[in-house]
């Protein structure tokens, strides 16, 4: 009888322990990649590891912007391109340096091109230990703005200044007026700015200013659905306001720690194995206090 009572309770436990992990199984599992058309023949990517991506089909070859997270994730999105056009990927466009948007490479065409701004290419060089990898490092680099033909196609690149990182990218189609802005844009949360590859945000001001200007109405971004200019121009108010606050707490004589206080905020441990990351909040104060 023992036996009896000790098998069934081995057996409720194995399956509520079977059943629990296959549920973590299913939310680690990330959407399958999958493309649609935002406009004419550009197409955002979402699902799979890593940021969303796009591209454009051209008369004679696919344009990439960023390239997923994980070599898998970048073969499902080629199959999706496959799908819709023959047409051979030549040049995949990088955002920033993050590897969500670049560790994908590895799943290319050993013959892509790719072209990033030049500090992407600095902060990608750092970052690629993987032989594999590094054969994928950018090998048309610019650092202000670039304009490529498609045949009659133009497509626009800009960089205007540093702000989530110091290599951000702004892919513009001028004639269905998309932009692809990468993680200029976070909504529903603070914006990134990345210290430790000298983002700002004051320049994320800036170049969601200048990105605003280009006239664009549609705007694909890594981590969220399709925005549009109103989007930008919240983004733009409340940083600015939260950055004045911060500049008349400052100049009141608050601490980094009262200021933190006054915005209710905590600190959270950083990831294991990762190096601290300061919030928006201290990213300000200490921008605001450096320049003294
Ligand atoms: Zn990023």
Same mark, same amino acid.
């Given at each position: 009888?023992k036996?009896?009572?000790r098998f069934f ?6 399956l509520?322990? =079977?059943?629990s992990?296959?549920?973590? @199984? ?5 959407a399958?990649v999958k493309a ?8 955002? %990517?979402?699902g799979?590891?890593? @940021?969303n991506a796009? /591209?454009?089909?051209g008369e004679? $070859?696919?344009?990439?912007?960023d @390239?997923?997270?994980?070599e $898998?994730s970048?073969k ?12 051979p990927i030549k040049?995949?466009?990088?955002t ?10 590895a ?5 892509v ?6 500090q992407? @290419?600095?902060?990608?060089d750092?970052?690629?230990?993987d ?5 994928y490092? #950018?090998?048309?680099?610019?650092s202000k703005?670039m ?10 690149? /800009?960089? /205007?200044?540093?702000?989530?990182t =110091?290599?951000d %990218?702004?892919?513009?189609f001028p ?8 993680d200029?844009l ?5 914006p990134?700015?990345h ?11 800036k170049?969601?200013? =200048?990105?605003l200007?280009?006239?664009?109405d549609?705007?694909i ?9 109103s ?5 733009i108010k409340?940083l600015e ?10 100049k ?5 720690? $009262?200021?933190?206080?006054?915005f209710?905020?905590e600190?959270?441990p950083?990831r #294991?194995?990762?190096s601290?990351?300061?919030?928006? %909040? ?5 921008e605001?206090t $450096?320049?003294?």
């Open positions: 009888m036996n009896a009572i309770f081995l057996t409720v436990f194995i509520i322990f =079977s059943l992990s296959s549920i973590t @199984a299913q939310q680690q599992e990330p399958p649609s058309q935002v406009k004419g023949n550009i197409y955002e %990517v979402e799979g590891r890593g @940021a796009g /591209f454009f089909i004679n $070859e696919v344009l990439v912007i @390239a997923k997270m994980t $898998e970048a499902h999105m080629i199959a999706e391109i496959k799908k819709l056009t023959s047409n040049h995949v466009i990088l920033h340096s993050d590897g969500d948007h670049v560790n994908g490479l799943g290319f065409p050993a013959n091109i790719i072209a990033a701004h030049h992407t @290419a600095k902060d990608m750092n970052a690629f230990k032989a594999k990898l590094r054969s490092l #950018p090998g048309f680099t610019f703005k304009k490529i033909h498609f045949g009659d196609k133009i497509v626009k690149l /800009f960089h /205007f200044g540093p702000a989530h =110091s290599g %990218v702004v892919v513009y004639d269905e007026k998309v932009a692809f802005i990468g200029l976070f909504l529903g949360r603070d990134l700015i210290r430790h590859k000298n983002g700002n945000s004051f320049g994320l001001v170049t969601l200013k =200048s990105i200007k280009l006239g664009a549609t705007f971004h890594g981590h969220g659905s399709i925005a549009g200019p989007d930008l121009e919240g983004v409340s306001e939260k950055q004045t606050k911060i500049k008349a707490l400052i009141e004589g608050k601490s980094l720690e $009262e200021i933190k206080n006054i209710n905020i600190d959270r950083p #294991p194995g990762r601290r990351r300061p919030g928006l %909040v201290e990213t300000i104060y200490l605001l $450096e320049k003294k």
